[in-house]
């Protein structure tokens, strides 16, 4: 898996992907960097959920 889709990374994506990966945030980023499919996947499932909590957010104002 590649990360093709390089959407913005926003401050402390990489800290909640290192939580999620139970790694520190700078090994996260690599891995992310890397290519590693578990990384990429769950960079992507952050960035999905952004999207949708915040199109959720406004809807709802």
Do not use: F, P
Not at 24 to 33: E, F, I, L, Q
Not at 43 to 53: D, G
């Amino acid at each position: 898996m590649i990360n093709e889709k390089k959407e913005k990374i926003y401050y402390g994506d990489y800290q909640l992907l290192g939580e999620m990966l139970n790694a520190s945030s700078h090994a996260a980023r690599m891995r992310y960097k890397r290519n590693e499919k578990k990384a990429v996947k769950a960079m992507e499932t952050i960035q999905e959920h952004r999207k949708n909590l915040i199109k959720s957010y406004k809807e709802n104002k």
